[in-house]
């Protein structure tokens, strides 16, 4: 079985670049989608015109990230039983700080140019730790806007491969389905390649108060310094 984690703001045309990869896949591969979101999807009804298998989970008043690395071996499993070869979990990436990326995994980070050329610094491990960049939406922008904003993706991840991607045309997908094509298996044991968000405090919990008072676990002042208050 293959992994792979596509994640990336909302909007971004995760799910549009994403058909574009499933038709090509499907040639030689027997792929399947499991779709995270928060509250709400139709995208399964989308994924269901191409005949593949399609499970979506919703995190509801959990974070979707966490919620996608919570449920990777249940989604591995599905897969499994269905039959497929690749895994593509498309997940919402809503905070910026989450990295849904295993270590066995291709990762995968959508990003929309149009969100503005210093977007990529401010994105954080769900760009840093990804194996591939994919930049959509480039064709709204100048040429120099594209150049600037790839430039920024190199700054934060120099290391990444990046692609060129539009979700109504399909430019880009083969190249990303090439690089899938030639990942290795993911393995059994996997680990995840960056820490998730601090979210051990009683906001969390669903604590309503604003008054620091009110509120324990790890926290961080707007000085920058932290601490740690409960037992």
Partial sequence: ???????????????????????????????????????????????????????????????????AIYNTDDMLEWATRNNADILLNETAGLCLRCAPYPDGCLAVCVIDVTTGPNTPLKVGPLLTTADVIVATKGDIVSQAEREVFRERIIEANPHSRIIEANGLSGQGAAELTRIILDMPATGADLSLRHNAPLAICTLCTGEMHVSKRYHMGVLRHIDGSMEYKGE
Wanted: positive net charge; glycine residues 6%.
């Fill in 1 to 67: 079985m293959k992994l792979v984690v596509i994640a990336g703001t909302p909007g971004s045309g995760k799910t549009s670049v994403l058909m574009h990869v499933i038709k090509l896949l499907k040639k030689t591969t027997s792929p399947c989608v499991v779709k995270v979101d928060c509250l709400w999807t139709d995208d399964d009804k989308r994924f269901d015109r191409l005949n593949i298998p399609v499970r979506v989970g919703l995190s509801k008043d959990m974070c979707p990230d966490h919620f």
